[in-house]
């Protein structure tokens, strides 16, 4: 057998293998698990933050 034809053939079987095993833990493999939900904690008082939204509207600084 040329040695293409082996490397190939053995090449499709991994891929049916790990394929095969994927699909099995796919299906029976654990549950993930739930994201935990986020805490939103308070802005500290000043800073930049604060700054930065006060006055959009306003005329750029001359």
């Not at 891929?15 to 493999?29: K, S």
């Amino acid at each position: 057998m040329h040695t293409g034809v082996r490397i190939g053939l053995y090449a499709a079987g991994l891929a049916v293998a790990f394929g095969a095993a994927y699909g099995v833990g796919d299906r029976f493999g654990p549950e993930p698990a739930p994201v935990a939900p986020v805490e939103h904690s308070e802005h500290p008082e000043g800073g930049a933050g604060e700054e930065h939204g006060q006055d959009h509207d306003a005329p750029p600084a001359s």
